[in-house]
Every structure is written in C-alpha cells, then in structure tokens.
C-alpha cells in the first residue's frame, strides 16, 4: 500500500499545535515509517535551505494501516508543504522501486522557489528591529510589509530594497567588484515612524452562532463611547490581516471563522481580550470531534495578554475544559444560576455572568448585581454574555453597558 497523505496543513500563524506558523502532516502507510519520515524532512529542509524547527513525529495504529503525524515549525509554511508533498512521493518512489525518478529537480526547485520568496536583506532587518521593539509585522495580501496594527500601523513595499539591488553594474557578468563604486552615493534608507507603531488592542472571539452577536455588541458599544473600532465577522486569515491592516481602527473586535482557525491558524500574534462562546454546529474538515473543535476555537486564548481577560462557556464542557491552558484570569458565563463550574469559580473569587430568573447577574466571588433583563432567545445569550462581561473587563460601568443595550 502507497504512503498517502490525509492531512496537510500550512500554518501561517499561532495554531493548535503552537504558537508559531507551522506544518502538519498526517499519513497512512502499512508500516511505522515515523523514523523514515523525520529524517526525510530534515534531509530535503537542509536541501532546500528552509528552516525546520520542533519536528515532532509520531505514529499510531489505525484500522486501515499506521497513521504517521509530523508537525515542525517554519517561517515558510507554503515552501514546508511543498516539502512534505515532496517527501511522501519519495518515500512511495524508492518503495517502488522506481530508479528513473530524478529526486534532485523537485528539491532545486523549492530552493529556487524559497530564494524567489524570500524578502530582502533591508527588509528582513527592518523587521528584526520592530521585533525588538515588540511591534508585530506581516506581509499583508497586496505584497506590502505592514508594522503595527490599524491606527498605530504603517507599511512599506519591500520590493524598492530589490529594484536597488538590481540596478546594472559597471562591472562585467564574470568581474568581480569589492564594495560599491567610489562614486556611488551611499544605499537610500527607509525612514521608518517607530514612535508611532505598535499594537492596538484586540478582542478575538470564537465560537459558532452567538460568535457574531458578541462581536457586534462590542463594537457597537465601542463605537458609541467613541473609540474607532473596526470589525470583522467570520473572519478567515485574510480578512483578519485585512482588518488589522485598516489605518481607521484604534481597536479591532474579530469574530473568528473555526474553519480560518483549523487550516490556516491566527493572523495575529496576541489579543487583549478572547472569548470562547459556543461551538459551531458542524465540525470543520480534519477536525476529529468537538473536544478537537473546542481547542482550536481556544487558539485566540492561548495568546491573550496576561493582562487581559478570556470568557469560556461554562454550559459547554469541552470549553469549560480549556481554563486550565488560560494565560489570563477567566470570566465564567452561563444561560442557569446553578452550573457547578460557575459556583466553584465564584467560591474562588472568580468572576461570571449568568442567567437567573430572567436577569443578567454579574457576580465576582460572592458579590452579585443585577444589571438588565434577559430578552434574548437561548441560542443568542452566550454571545450577549460574553459581550457583557468583555465590556465591563474592558472598564465601561454596568450602567454604560446598560443605556448602550436599552
């Protein structure tokens, strides 16, 4: 039986694997070829010049042959899933027996694909040096290389750094110059505004139906006390990019597609504040079941600012089960006063949002309010909650929650 691919992933930011953009590799084969597969990858990575880092790989019996798992992490997760194409038709090649096949032409090609890809020096090194001054960076959708986000971003096209690097020579194809003409004037420099760059607070929320209802809440709200604020619903890793590219935006409200999350992993490097508030009704392809499914709506968790705050559904258990992974202190929420999870959290000085008997209750520790009726049909309450208590972590008062919602 051929070795064949089930699932392969290239992901360009945080995921559930980690937190840096990675590949994932899934395989069935009739043999544990685990060994074989790890020192295939290194081998064609170094080939190629990619870089391969936490390469992890294991194997488990499935009912149909041994199902292989490889994850690593790269800054070129397209060039890494290339390579992992090209890896598995080599194991299948030399299982075949097939000598006319050329092994050596698929690698020189990523290579020249890799170099192609890659950004200039200047540009590499200018953003080496937002890194250090802990302003994130990406490469937007139009090719252009975005520092900081919304308000505080600003962007510049790396492809001036290669127009200069490929201005004619004086020199001849086969002479060889030490430095730049005598003559020539010094290399032009960018000048860069890092004073005004940085991040811009961001609320990532997943989940399924009420995911949407709590991103307009928290912009709605936002908006009306009179911070610009730009939102994105079902948002993939485009559209995110897209969003965090917006000059407008002092803040960002996401409401994260599942789907974007699974394949593609997270266009951003933290948030200031995530919710969790339901799970989607249908399971995402690759995704095995809904304790699965709740783990990589807990990716936008997972880089919340310690600073900041995550809202888990206490209803849900495979969410409830995420708090222990939370970098952050949790705010509980829940359609019934008598969820255990919520009750143990309150006991320990936690924080939560509830229903009971038709009131909003917002409690920390053993300290209740009231703080507006409960209209909303079942299916819409947790995204009303998680608004709620995102809102009020992000400092408005419950009576501004309140004549924001009247």
């Known amino acids: 039986m051929p070795t064949t691919i089930i699932q392969l992933l290239g992901f360009e930011g945080p995921n559930l694997f980690g937190p840096q953009p990675a590949v994932f590799l899934q ?43 490889a994850n690593f992490t790269t800054p070129t997760p397209a060039i890494g899933v290339a ?18 096949w050329d092994a050596e032409q698929p690698l020189w090609e990523l290579q020249k694909r890799r170099r192609a890809e890659a950004l200039p020096l200047p540009a590499l090194q200018i953003i080496a040096e937002a890194a250090s001054r802990s302003i994130p960076s990406f490469i937007r959708t139009d090719g252009l290389v975005q520092l900081g986000y919304g308000a505080r971003g600003w962007a510049f096209d790396p492809a001036q750094f290669q127009k200069r690097a490929e201005r004619p020579s004086l020199l001849g194809d086969d002479e060889v110059g030490i430095g730049l003409p005598p003559f020539a004037g010094p290399p032009a420099t960018l000048e860069v505004p890092w004073q005004r760059l940085g991040p811009i607070p961001i609320v990532a929320v997943s989940g399924g139906d009420a995911r949407d209802i709590a991103a307009h809440t928290i912009a709605a709200a936002l908006d009306a006390m009179g911070q610009p604020t730009s939102l994105a619903v079902a948002a993939g890793f485009d559209a995110t990019r897209d969003l965090l590219s917006d000059a407008r935006g002092a803040i960002a409200v996401l409401g994260l597609s599942a789907d974007g999350i699974a394949q593609r992993g997270l266009a ?90 038709g009131l909003v209750i917002a409690a920390h520790g053993a300290a209740e309010q009231a703080v507006l009726q409960a209209t909303l049909p079942p299916a819409a309450l947790p995204g009303a909650l998680a608004a709620i208590a995102l809102l009020h972590a992000m400092g408005l008062s419950w009576e501004q929650i309140r004549g924001d919602r009247a």
């Open 27 to 69: 395989v069935q084969s009739d043999s544990d070829l685990s060994r074989r597969l790890k020192t295939a990858l290194k081998d064609a990575a170094q080939s190629v010049g990619m870089v391969l880092g936490y390469l992890e790989v294991s194997a488990r019996r499935g009912p149909a042959g041994q199902i292989i798992s």
């Open 83 to 100: 390579l992992a194409e090209y890896v598995v038709e080599g194991l299948n090649r030399h299982a075949a027996g097939d000598a006319e």
């Open 268 to 357: 951003l490097e933290r948030c200031a504040y995530s919710a969790i508030v339901d799970l989607p009704g249908e399971l995402p392809a690759g995704i095995a079941d809904h304790a699965e499914l709740a783990r990589v709506l807990g990716v936008p968790m997972l880089i919340t600012d310690p600073a900041g705050r995550v809202v888990l559904n206490a209803d849900v258990p495979a969410i409830a089960a995420l708090a222990e992974y939370a970098p952050c202190p949790i705010i509980y929420i829940g359609t019934g006063g008598d969820n255990t999870t919520i009750g143990v959290h309150r006991a320990q000085g936690g924080m939560a949002v509830f229903v009971r008997e």
